[in-house]
T-cell receptor
Framework: DAGVIQSPRHEVTEMGQEVTLRCKPI?????LFWYRQTMMRGLELLIY????????DSGMPEDRFSAKMPNASFSTLKIQPSEPRDSAVYFC????????????FGPGTRLTVT | AQKVTQAQTEISVVEKEDVTLDCVYE???????LFWYKQPPSGELVFLIR??????QNEISGRYSWNFQKSTSSFNFTITASQVVDSAVYFC????????????FGTGTRLTIIP
């Protein structure tokens, strides 16, 4: 089975531009998570969805960040406008409630904002 | 609130040596899950193991073993006969407060196996 798929794998953009990161969870999983990883702050949970509904977005840093999950197989994380301090690796993960809740991570998107 | 502490920031050992990575957790919940993840140099996060709070049996998988002790709130990870491919950052994580799917991660331990 395919794992969690993220695109793009690398993104370089200029400050002020809009950035959209994409994620396809593992088929059948009903939870989807967005994380950010930096050297300074480690792994941070930004938001998670259950059955396409946002459950906890308390980790979203500010209004410049937004996430959507229009259907069970697709989610986006958008940053508008982007800033250099947004540079990080963004991971998407999914899990299955009827399993044991371990989260499976995608390969990540390395975002660089210049 | 939940907290996971991985006091060892970096560890280096010579290949074939055994190495133990420490994980100490804090939670007020009586039911919780503990996890270990591996992040190799390629960057992806790989799930290694899940342990339930009501199951204190130790687990062995090949060269990997895990020691869960509720009395000391620890969930340590031992690699026996280490190999260069074990070089990675290892994260311990906690899920408690059932009804909430959040994982609380430790800061990770960078393990370097010297050939």
């Amino acid at each position: 089975d395919a794992g969690v798929i993220q695109s793009p794998r690398h993104e370089v953009t200029e400050m002020g531009q809009e950035v959209t990161l994409r994620c396809k969870p593992i088929s059948g999983h009903d939870y989807l998570f967005w994380y950010r990883q930096t050297m300074m702050r480690g792994l941070e949970l930004l938001i998670y969805f259950n059955n396409n509904v946002p459950i906890d977005d308390s980790g979203m840093p500010e209004d410049r960040f937004s996430a959507k999950m229009p259907n069970a197989s697709f989610s986006t994380l958008k940053i508008q406008p982007s800033e250099p301090r947004d540079s990080a690796v963004y991971f998407c993960a999914s899990s299955f409630r009827e399993g044991h809740h371990e989260q499976y991570f995608g390969p990540g998107t390395r975002l660089t904002v210049t | 609130a939940q907290k996971v502490t991985q006091a060892q920031t970096e560890i280096s050992v010579v290949e074939k040596e055994d190495v133990t990575l420490d994980c100490v957790y804090e939670t007020r919940d009586t039911t919780y899950y503990l996890f270990w993840y591996k992040q190799p140099p390629s960057g992806e996060l790989v799930f290694l193991i899940r342990r339930n709070s009501f199951d204190e049996q130790n687990e062995i998988s090949g060269r990997y073993s895990w020691n869960f002790q509720k009395s000391t709130s620890s969930f340590n990870f031992t690699i026996t006969a280490s190999q260069v491919v074990d070089s990675a950052v290892y994260f311990c994580a906690l899920r408690a407060n059932f009804g909430n799917e959040k994982l609380t991660f430790g800061t990770g331990t960078r393990l370097t196996i010297i050939p």
